[in-house]
């Protein structure tokens, strides 16, 4: 069976301009597949700057990958043309990171939700049309009334936010790419949402693509999770392995800085030891050295694979050497779905 | 607690917005107070006036939103006396806010410093350059930035960095006050620790207070000493962040720490049902009346005012008297 969706040894590599000097590895050698019989909910999570919306934008066609190739339904998406790239147009759906820069300010939100009801000839009637954005924007908590006609300054971030969601809800595709969908609408909201996410994933075989830095949330959600650093993959795994067993030392301190919203909980017993760094700086062996209080000599000469530390678990890791290498390829594998 | 007075008061703040579908009452008659030192979460809903307060507050309402009544106090100065000059120069130094999203809407083609120039030069038009290029450094030294940040440009910089670079402008000329809003939400969490603790130590040297506004619970637990909870313009509950953790007071207080995930309740989602009142139509009474599953037949017409309770928290509701005790005994709110 053709995946659905399918990134093969995927490098991004931004080349500054004039002003800095090095080139950014954005993504580094990923590779991951969705198969289109087994809808999921992938969590994709990682420092800011960890290259999650270069993968979302990559897996969108906007930009094209350095090395390696990006298929959707067994094709190259850098060579789909016509009618597989109207397809492709429509079946693959994102919700974007900043609320604030993807709305065209001239534009009201009716403009935004009609535009796509249009080209996709998802209604029949205007009247149908008026119905399913108001369904659309209910499952997100907003009031048609309130916002339609509205520009968008005139909303407030959460709000934005939402409508973009309910757009993507409006298109029910077959593969969603969500770059923190909720980061500014609050706790019971996001319940609400994340639960229209799932529905959309349970009832109409949606995959999700979940970029948050958001853990407690991608914990309740997810199947899986994939956690990058600096461009590559430090660990991945069952959600549930992933946020109660962190194996690698970058998820560890990851992990141990979720911000629980229980007051007996001290937040962050774990020193954070280094400082980030200016980007740019070339290593030749693990990305996590600098910062990791356990790094060895070994990690400094070549990046470590990936070892599978549980069933459905594997971390880029020293540590782990005794155990057995998954190779970069085959990381969907142990995804459980 | 302080026995020193507040350093922010705000009374009776108002704010409208005069849209085509008539006026949004955005901010209705909030009041609030700060000691020097203090850190006050404010949460609730998307939508619920938030960012409309703290523009407010900083006077920085543009049209079609009006400021139409209250007074806002930072130390013995009202700011909602002065003049536009004298406000221009109250921003930064008194008062100051770092915008939701801020780290985005720093300049691309401009060099941080430029940048953190011409935040000074806005509101202190006089400061020599020589001691405008002092604060820059102090500010980017005590967000834990190098110096030489000061020669790039924000592409240059992580997400992080930048969040920092948005709390040094913030801080150039020692606010009493600091309104961070949102300061986090886009940055993974190890991140977003450096930078609370950076926030952190940042008011401890000024001893400001903070507003820190905010969707993150977890954030507001870890961080904040007090927590204000708002909903359609209006404050509902203002308690010690323990006691809105663990009894909170308000419906819809409760309704949103009982929302929130946990490590014991995976896949459970409770969110609030319904949807907030239009703002243009606000619900007489109680806006939260119609999503309340303890509303009385008063909450449908009498708006309860937020009262002071003798254990100093803050609450508007009908269910407790001025005691802060629960008006009908046989009533148990569940949870
Ligand atoms: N257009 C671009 N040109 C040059 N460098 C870029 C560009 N876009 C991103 N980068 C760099 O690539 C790296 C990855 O960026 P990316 O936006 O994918 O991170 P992210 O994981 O989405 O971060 P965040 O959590 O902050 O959203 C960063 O170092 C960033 O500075
Ligand atoms: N310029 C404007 N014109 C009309 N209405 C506005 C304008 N700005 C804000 N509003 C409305 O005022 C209300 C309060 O907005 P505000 O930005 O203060 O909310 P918030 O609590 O900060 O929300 P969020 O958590 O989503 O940032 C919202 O319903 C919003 O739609
Ligand atoms: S490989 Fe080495 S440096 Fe990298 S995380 Fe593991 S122990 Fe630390
Ligand atoms: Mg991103
Ligand atoms: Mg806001």
Redesign the pocket.
């Known amino acids: 069976m053709t995946p659905l969706l399918e990134f093969r040894n995927v490098t991004k590599v931004y080349t500054k301009g004039l002003l800095s000097r090095a080139a950014t590895t954005a993504l580094d050698d990923v590779s991951l597949k969705i198969e289109d019989d087994q809808p999921t909910i992938l969590t994709v999570a990682g420092e800011s700057g960890s290259g999650k919306t270069t993968l979302a934008m990559l897996l969108l066609g906007f930009i094209a990958p350095t090395r390696g190739q990006i298929l959707y339904k067994g094709k190259d998406i850098a060579h789909l043309r016509g009618e597989e790239k109207v397809n492709f147009r429509k079946e693959v759906q994102a919700v974007f990171q900043d609320p604030f820069a993807v709305f065209n300010p001239f534009y009201t939100v009716d403009h935004l939700l009609t535009v796509p009801i249009e080209k996709f000839k998802l209604a029949r009637s205007k009247r149908e049309a008026r119905d399913r954005m108001d369904e659309a924007l209910s499952a997100v908590g907003l009031r048609p009334e309130?916002v339609l006609g509205?520009f968008p300054?005139?909303?407030?971030?959460?709000?934005r936010q939402r409508i973009n969601v309910a757009r993507a809800l409006l298109l029910k595709p077959r593969l969603l790419v969500a770059d923190e969908p909720v980061s500014?609408?609050d706790a019971s909201l996001r319940a609400t949402i994340l639960e229209s996410l799932r529905n959309l994933n349970r009832e109409h075989g949606i995959s999700i693509i979940y970029i948050t830095h958001d853990l407690t949330t991608a914990y309740h959600v997810a199947n899986s999770i994939i956690v990058l650093y600096r461009g590559s993959v430090m660990e991945a795994g069952s959600i549930d392995r992933v946020i109660r067993e962190p194996q690698h030392p970058y998820t560890r301190l990851l992990i141990d800085s979720i911000p629980w919203p229980d007051i007996n909980r001290k937040w962050g017993q774990t020193e954070i030891v280094a400082r980030e760094q200016e980007h740019g700086s070339v290593e030749t062996g693990c990305k996590f050295t600098s910062r990791c209080p356990f790094a060895m000599d070994k990690c400094r000469q070549a990046p470590p694979p990936l070892y599978r530390v549980a069933p459905e678990q594997v971390a880029a890791c020293y540590l782990y050497d005794a155990q057995p290498v998954v190779e970069r390829e085959r990381l969907s594998e142990v995804l459980p779905v | 607690m302080t026995t020193s007075s507040p350093i922010l008061r705000v009374i009776d703040l108002q704010v409208s917005?005069y849209?085509e579908a008539g006026r949004?009452l955005?901010l209705d008659r909030a009041s609030l107070e700060l000691y020097p030192g203090e850190k006050l979460g404010m949460v609730?809903e998307?939508?619920?006036?938030?960012?409309?307060?703290a523009l407010a507050m900083m006077r920085m309402i543009?049209p079609?939103?009006r400021i139409e009544g209250g007074k806002v106090f930072v130390g013995d100065t009202e700011l909602t006396a002065l003049s536009e000059e004298q406000m221009r120069r109250a921003r930064l130094s008194l008062i100051s806010y770092i915008p939701?999203g801020a780290m985005n809407s720093l300049n691309p083609v401009l060099r941080i410093e430029a940048q953190m120039r011409d935040a000074i030069k806005e509101h202190q038009p006089e400061m020599s350059k020589a001691e405008i290029q002092e604060r820059i450094y102090h500010a980017l030294e005590s967000v834990e930035l190098r110096r030489s940040v000061a020669r790039m440009y924000p592409h240059e910089l992580s997400g992080g960095m930048k969040q920092r670079v948005c709390i040094a402008i913030g801080i150039l000329l020692g606010p009493k006050v600091i309104i961070a809003d949102e300061p986090t939400s886009a940055l993974d969490v190890v991140t977003q620790r450096q930078v609370m603790e950076t926030l952190d130590r940042v008011q401890k040297q000024l001893g400001s207070a903070v507003i820190l506004?905010g969707?993150d619970m977890g954030l507001m637990a870890q961080f904040v000493d007090k927590v204000a909870v708002?909903y359609a313009g209006k404050f509902t509950e203002i308690s010690p962040v323990r006691d809105m953790f663990t009894n909170p007071l308000h419906p819809y207080a409760r309704a949103l720490i009982e929302s929130l995930p946990t490590l014991e309740n995976k896949g459970v989602f409770k969110g609030i049902p319904g949807l907030a009142p239009s703002?243009i139509r606000r619900p007489p009474g109680c806006a939260f009346h119609p999503r309340c599953a303890h509303a009385m037949e008063i909450c449908r017409s009498v708006t309860p005012a937020l009262e002071r309770l003798p254990s100093g928290r803050f609450v508007a509701c009908h269910l407790y008297d001025r005691e802060g005790n629960l008006v009908n005994a046989e009533l148990r709110m569940a949870g």
């Open positions: 309130d509205r300054h005139q909303l407030s971030g959460g709000q500014m609408v | 917005y849209t949004a955005a609730g998307s939508g619920c006036g938030k960012s409309t307060m543009k079609p939103g939701q506004i969707h708002m703002l």
